[in-house]
């Protein structure tokens, strides 16, 4: 029996982001919190639209770890924008010895510490882009203490000026390789992009005008868990057919090569046959038997 989806790694990085999706009245602007390893949703969950992206983060944050780290990875280090990097959700991540990193936002105090390192000096320019991390501490009007804060400085030709961003991290890591973990990002961003293209993120109510806002708030959250249980499956196809096809597929390749295509179904007797049509059939053939093969956890 194959097991390639469930496995439990050692380390995993979670990428910590939000969404919004549009819903009427007082809950114009909802959002929900994603916590994710590579493209599996460890968990959602849905708040008010008048919550910042950050709202009770110092709660639910750290139980999403050790959900993740009970069943996903033996440890986990989350990566967070910095809409996350607020003083209470860092204290409760410090607190239970969580790894993270995340942006910091520009401010006056930051820009000052900037300061001389975005003039180039006298000499010859550089010809090609240059990049490097100078490390301090800092610590914002929200913290308790000073933090460990890179500044990630660049240098670009024909440019006078250099431009800089500032990382916080809790993590005992050379600096340079903190910077390479979170371009990382990228790679999770992209995927939270084709959740929002593929499956959609807005969550109408099933009764406009007429159900309570306990009676909204349910269905948005079962709407929202249909949807990652939808990429969820989504996923394991496209794992399956990168395998076997070895080549790279999307969630909307997915969907239109494989998934959204005709067929008719058939019944004789005591069995039910699905004629599928003649493009996707070479691609279901492989991947039937090979979905046939997995091992799948146990319910609960």
Not at 1 to 21: A, C, I, K, W
Not at 212 to 227: E, G, I, K, M, P
Request: proline share 7%; glycine share 8%.
């Amino acid at each position: 029996m194959e097991s390639p989806v469930f496995t439990r790694v050692q380390n995993s990085t979670y990428h910590l982001d939000h969404f919004s999706g549009g819903l009427p009245g007082a809950h114009a602007l909802p959002a929900h919190r994603l916590l994710r390893r590579d493209r599996r949703y460890a968990r959602r969950s849905r708040r008010d639209g008048n919550a910042g992206p950050a709202a009770e983060a110092a709660h639910w944050v750290p139980a999403l770890v050790a959900e993740a780290e009970q069943h996903l990875c033996q440890r986990a280090v989350v990566r967070m924008d910095a809409g996350f990097t607020d003083g209470t959700t860092l204290e409760a991540l410090d607190s239970r010895a969580i790894g993270y990193l995340g942006r910091l936002r520009e401010n006056p105090v930051l820009q000052r510490l900037a300061q001389p390192h975005l003039v180039r000096g006298p000499g010859r320019p550089a010809e090609k882009p240059r990049e490097w991390v100078v490390e301090t501490t800092y610590r914002a009007g929200s913290w308790s203490r000073e933090r460990r804060v890179l500044m990630v400085v660049q240098e670009e030709p024909g440019h006078y000026f250099r431009r800089c961003f500032f990382l916080v991290t809790n993590l005992d890591w050379p600096p340079t390789r903190v910077l390479a973990h979170y371009r990382k990002r990228g790679k999770a961003e992209g995927h939270m992009g084709e959740f929002k293209d593929v499956i959609g993120t807005s969550l109408p109510p099933t009764s406009r005008g007429v159900a309570d806002d306990d009676t909204v708030r349910a269905r948005s959250q079962a709407l929202l868990s249909l949807r990652l249980l939808a990429f969820e499956l989504m996923h394991i196809l496209r794992a399956r057919l990168e395998t076997l096809t070895g080549e790279g597929w999307s969630l909307r390749r997915l969907r239109e090569r494989v998934l959204k295509v005709a067929a008719r179904v058939q019944r004789t007797g005591r069995r039910l046959h699905f004629v599928i049509a003649r493009p996707a059939l070479p691609l279901w053939r492989k991947l039937m038997p090979s979905l046939a093969r997995m091992a799948w956890p146990p319910p609960g």
